[in-house]
């Protein structure tokens, strides 16, 4: 069987592994080294450097080097090198490449599927940019995964029968995530994530940076445009007193001239942990928001997690362990490398993938990162305001899932109805990211408010079946968004969508709800006047549910309902004796 690996695409570092002998195993580079810097230099002679020799590179020649270009993923910006031009995507199919090569080599076999990891938080057009990526280094890549959710897979993977709630602390070298997580019976559920896509490492560094050149009368900014190459030694300074921070007291940074060099009695700064935590205090508190979100929404108490993950290298600095501490009132988790454990994860996703026998035992669920949704019109008064965000599928909802919506026509006589799909958290579609529409046509004549039943259906692979059903006419009109889908080909995809059609359910059209709903309509005009409220609450919320498409809301909505008639003193009968499908 061709090697499988996966791949963890790192703002700082990158690595990759693969699962071997019922273990996943980390892949040394050329040099014989775990971690390669995600860092592409341009040298005089037009030579591409890629990972270590580029990070050398950088500190004496910054302009011929790009780093944490990561951050750049799913943009248009194009950056200048050595006098090329380059896209993020290509520089990451550069650091992809690399890493292609050394599994080949250490395998002596062509590797051609992979699964690479991403922040939880990226975008739908980071994780297009992350596919074209691999694409552009040669590799089929069969999944992209989240990167809390890959850290916890290695954890589940050893600890699979264990029953419990647990939470993954993922701040990296350029990005920040947390996923809620619970683990029973050989499955991982993901229950909520939430995260930052522009907060991590690279920025606690760039603090003490900016610390140190204050100390010289000198600004961040303007230092990196005049002395390139001092901003350039310093910042590889104050990286490296970071780290030494995490273990000591005390660490100290050597002042570079304004040339970049450190002569034989340089100038000596010092710097202690206190003042250290003091400086990044206001990025420590950009933590709260991100976990405080991910806890909200995984409808658990803190004290209801047992354990807390820390992932990423920029965990090590205490001020953040200590916070994370804090936080949850337990000490954190760090069992295995955070530098490492992402990749591992990756591994043991691709084994699942190929149905290795070590993990046929183990399932994983998913949940969707971002709400998705369609662009509606609200009325205020006699005004019709375009541009507002209706969700069908919510964040954190597990997946694979259908949910469907009901929306109406705005105009009398309208014949037809763009539905633009867009995926965020915006109440505005303005602030959300479009991922494509649906034409629908042929609506029959009519005053405004026809409606129109929108249903979307979402699958691990990243296919979203957008489907709008016209009642008048009976029609369906569809459409396949499969922007994350990768390298799945028609039948592949074809086949999903055949997997997909189970998870549809259509309570509505059932005849024992139909008439389950007309039996409460008429109890509503006998019950005393202080309870016709509480009944037709009940109903409206058993009607909503039914056009939800959410099985488990709906089950819960029709025992309600059944209950309080009960309650009310009226027993319902189902003389339908239509079963359930």
Same mark, same amino acid.
């Given at each position: 069987?061709?090697?499988?690996?996966?791949?963890?695409?790192?703002?700082?570092?990158?690595?990759?592994?693969?699962?071997?002998?019922?273990?996943?195993?980390?892949i040394p580079n050329a040099i014989g080294q775990l971690l390669t810097p995600s860092v592409i230099g341009v040298t005089a002679a037009d030579e591409i450097l890629v990972g270590a020799a580029a990070k050398e590179l950088a500190v004496v020649q910054p302009d011929r080097c790009m780093a944490a270009f990561k951050r750049l993923m799913g943009t248009n910006r194009r950056v200048q090198i050595g006098g090329r031009e380059f896209s993020a995507p290509e520089l990451s199919s550069l650091v992809l490449k690399s890493l292609k090569q050394d599994a080949e080599a250490y395998l002596g076999k062509a590797v051609r599927d992979a699964v690479i990891t991403v922040p939880a938080y990226f975008n739908d057009n980071q994780r297009k940019a992350t596919r074209l990526a691999g694409e552009l280094a040669g590799l089929n890549v069969r999944r992209i995964i989240n990167e809390p959710t890959a850290a916890a897979l290695k954890y589940g993977f050893h600890d699979r029968q264990a029953e419990k709630y647990f939470i993954?602390?993922?701040?990296?070298?350029?990005?920040?995530?947390?996923?809620?997580?619970?683990?029973?019976?050989?499955?991982?559920?993901?229950?909520?994530?939430?995260?930052?896509?522009?907060?991590?490492?690279?920025?606690?560094?760039?603090?003490?940076?900016?610390?140190?050149?204050?100390?010289?009368?000198?600004?961040?900014?303007?230092?990196?445009?005049?002395?390139?190459? +001092? &901003?350039? %030694? /310093?910042?590889?300074?104050?990286?490296? $007193?970071? *780290?030494?921070?995490?273990? #000591?007291?005390?660490?100290?940074?050597?002042?570079?001239?304004?040339?970049?060099?450190?002569?034989?009695?340089?100038?000596?700064?010092?710097?202690?942990?206190?003042?250290?935590?003091?400086?990044?205090?206001? +990025? &420590?508190? %950009? /933590?709260?928001?991100?976990?405080?979100? $991910?806890? *909200?929404?995984?409808?658990? #108490?803190?004290?209801?997690?047992?354990?807390?993950?820390?992932?990423?290298?920029?965990?090590?600095?205490?001020?953040?362990?200590?916070?994370?501490?804090?936080?949850?009132?337990?000490?954190?988790?760090?069992?295995?490398?955070?530098?490492?454990?992402?990749?591992?994860?990756? $591994?043991?996703?691709?084994?699942?993938?190929?149905?290795?026998?070590?993990?046929?035992?183990?399932?994983?669920?998913?949940?969707?990162?971002?709400?998705?949704?369609?662009?509606?019109?609200?009325?205020?008064?006699?005004?019709?305001?375009?541009?507002?965000?209706?969700?069908?599928?919510?964040?954190?909802?597990?997946?694979?899932?259908?949910?469907?919506?009901?929306?109406?026509?705005?105009?009398?006589?309208?014949?037809?109805?763009?539905?633009?799909?867009?995926?965020?958290?915006?109440?505005?579609?303005?602030?959300?990211?479009?991922?494509?529409?649906?034409?629908?046509?042929?609506?029959?004549?009519?005053?405004?408010?026809?409606?129109?039943?929108?249903?979307?259906?979402?699958?691990?692979?990243?296919?979203?079946?957008?489907?709008?059903?016209?009642?008048?006419?009976?029609?369906?009109?569809?459409?396949?968004?499969?922007?994350?889908?990768?390298?799945?080909?028609?039948?592949?995809?074809?086949?999903?969508?055949?997997?997909?059609?189970?998870?549809?359910?259509?309570?509505?059209?059932?005849?024992?709800?139909?008439?389950?709903?007309?039996?409460?309509?008429?109890?509503?005009?006998?019950?005393?006047?202080?309870?016709?409220?509480?009944?037709?609450?009940?109903?409206?919320?058993?009607?909503?549910?039914?056009?939800?498409?959410?099985?488990?809301?709906?089950?819960?909505?029709?025992?309600?309902?059944?209950?309080?008639?009960?309650?009310?003193?009226?027993?319902?009968?189902?003389?339908?004796?239509?079963?359930?499908?």
């Amino acid at each position: 069987m061709a090697p499988f690996i996966g791949i963890d695409l790192g703002t700082t570092n990158s690595l990759c592994a693969i699962f071997e002998d019922g273990q996943p195993k980390l892949i040394p580079n050329a040099i014989g080294q775990l971690l390669t810097p995600s860092v592409i230099g341009v040298t005089a002679a037009d030579e591409i450097l890629v990972g270590a020799a580029a990070k050398e590179l950088a500190v004496v020649q910054p302009d011929r080097c790009m780093a944490a270009f990561k951050r750049l993923m799913g943009t248009n910006r194009r950056v200048q090198i050595g006098g090329r031009e380059f896209s993020a995507p290509e520089l990451s199919s550069l650091v992809l490449k690399s890493l292609k090569q050394d599994a080949e080599a250490y395998l002596g076999k062509a590797v051609r599927d992979a699964v690479i990891t991403v922040p939880a938080y990226f975008n739908d057009n980071q994780r297009k940019a992350t596919r074209l990526a691999g694409e552009l280094a040669g590799l089929n890549v069969r999944r992209i995964i989240n990167e809390p959710t890959a850290a916890a897979l290695k954890y589940g993977f050893h600890d699979r029968q264990a029953e419990k709630y647990f939470i993954v602390i993922d701040l990296g070298g350029g990005t920040f995530d947390v996923t809620a997580m619970e683990v029973f019976e050989g499955t991982l559920e993901i229950i909520s994530t939430a995260g930052e896509s522009f907060l991590g490492g690279e920025d606690f560094t760039n603090r003490l940076t900016a610390w140190a050149l204050e100390s010289q009368k000198l600004n961040l900014e303007t230092a990196e445009m005049r002395h390139p190459q +001092l &901003v350039a %030694r /310093l910042r590889s300074e104050c990286e490296a $007193a970071k *780290r030494r921070l995490a273990v #000591e007291s005390e660490a100290t940074i050597r002042m570079p001239d304004l040339n970049g060099d450190i002569g034989d009695d340089p100038e000596i700064l010092r710097v202690t942990q206190k003042q250290f935590d003091t400086l990044i205090d206001p +990025l &420590v508190k %950009r /933590l709260a928001r991100p976990i405080a979100k $991910a806890v *909200r929404d995984s409808r658990r #108490e803190t004290g209801e997690f047992q354990n807390v993950i820390l992932v990423g290298g920029a965990t090590r600095m205490n001020a953040v362990r200590n916070y994370v501490k804090t936080f949850f009132g337990v000490e954190p988790l760090c069992t295995y490398d955070p530098d490492y454990v992402v990749a591992l994860g990756a $591994a043991v996703q691709a084994a699942l993938i190929s149905d290795d026998r070590a993990v046929d035992d183990m399932v994983m669920t998913d949940v969707c990162p971002f709400t998705l949704g369609v662009e509606i019109v609200k009325e205020f008064g006699q005004h019709q305001m375009t541009g507002y965000f209706l969700p069908i599928i919510h964040r954190n909802t597990t997946i694979p899932v259908s949910r469907e919506q009901i929306v109406s026509t705005i105009a009398p006589n309208q014949r037809e109805v763009l539905v633009r799909v867009f995926q965020g958290e915006s109440r505005k579609v303005e602030g959300n990211l479009k991922l494509g529409e649906l034409q629908v046509s042929g609506i029959p004549p009519g005053p405004s408010g026809q409606p129109i039943q929108i249903r979307f259906t979402y699958d691990l692979n990243g296919i979203l079946e957008v489907e709008a059903f016209v009642p008048q006419t009976g029609k369906k009109f569809a459409a396949v968004l499969t922007q994350n889908a990768g390298t799945l080909s028609k039948a592949e995809i074809e086949k999903a969508l055949r997997r997909m059609q189970g998870l549809k359910f259509y309570p509505r059209d059932e005849m024992r709800n139909r008439h389950l709903v007309l039996f409460a309509e008429r109890v509503v005009g006998e019950v005393a006047s202080f309870q016709r409220d509480e009944l037709e609450s009940g109903i409206d919320q058993f009607e909503q549910a039914m056009n939800s498409g959410d099985r488990e809301w709906f089950e819960q909505s029709r025992t309600g309902l059944l209950t309080l008639l009960s309650t009310l003193g009226f027993v319902y009968e189902d003389e339908t004796q239509e079963e359930t499908p």
